[in-house]
T-cell receptor
């Protein structure tokens, strides 16, 4: 597509539930990133995919968070047993290169855990 | 971890004035990027400056980089109300791909 698409744009879930957030990157972009942004803060790195593999998942806060990119395009960020502290905007970005270029971000998914 | 720190945290100016935002970082970088964010949602890439560059221009934007001081500045000339947004600097320290963002500068441009 023309840009990075993220769905849903907003998600409200109850504490303890499981959620999936979807990212559809720009066609042909091999690099895909997930970031999390809390209110008043800058985005924080979660995970980086190069193709189908997670090249770096060091930013995932704990084992309740997991992400996949099975065919090297669409990625899904999965959060188990959600907690109120998981509430944030989850941003996805893609780029044609792993390094050295600007990233195109999606509009984000605002997750609210109540 | 957030490596970059923008200064000031908030800036309010009138249309037509210039806006200058500063960014400091802690470790060696390959490049530094500036992004704009409206209404707390998607970030828009503005400009990238490589570690061997000192200054770069794009339209009304001027970015400088001083690697000896580990700092960068973003100048927006002849500001417009539409420039109202949060501005973030981001560096690719450590990994070379994962961006480290600061907390941003909130810019308000009033007509």
């Amino acid at each position: 597509g023309a840009g990075v698409s993220q769905t849903p744009s907003n998600k409200v879930t109850e504490k303890g539930k499981y959620v999936e957030l979807r990212c559809d990157p720009i066609s042909g972009h091999t690099a895909l990133y997930w970031y999390r942004q809390s209110l008043g803060q800058g985005p924080e790195f979660l995970i980086y995919f190069q193709g189908t593999g997670a090249a770096d998942d060091s930013g995932l806060p704990n084992d309740r968070f997991f992400a996949v990119r099975p065919e090297g395009s669409v990625s899904t960020l999965k959060i188990q047993r959600t907690e109120r502290g998981d509430s944030a905007v989850y941003l996805c970005a893609s780029s044609s290169l792993g390094t050295g270029g600007g990233y195109t971000f999606g509009s984000g998914t605002r997750l609210t855990v109540v | 971890s957030q490596q970059g720190e923008e200064d000031p945290q908030a800036l309010s100016i009138q249309e037509g004035e210039n806006a200058t935002m500063n960014c400091s970082y802690k470790t060696s970088i390959n490049n530094l990027q500036w992004y704009r964010q409206n209404s707390g949602r998607g970030l828009v890439h503005l400009i990238l400056i490589r570690s061997n560059e000192r200054e770069k221009h794009s339209g009304r934007l001027r970015v400088t980089l001083d690697t000896s001081k580990k700092s960068s500045s973003l100048l927006i000339t002849a500001s417009r109300a539409a420039d109202t947004a949060s501005y973030f600097c981001a560096t690719d320290a450590d990994s070379g791909y994962a961006l480290n963002f600061g907390k941003g500068t909130s810019l308000l441009v009033t007509p």
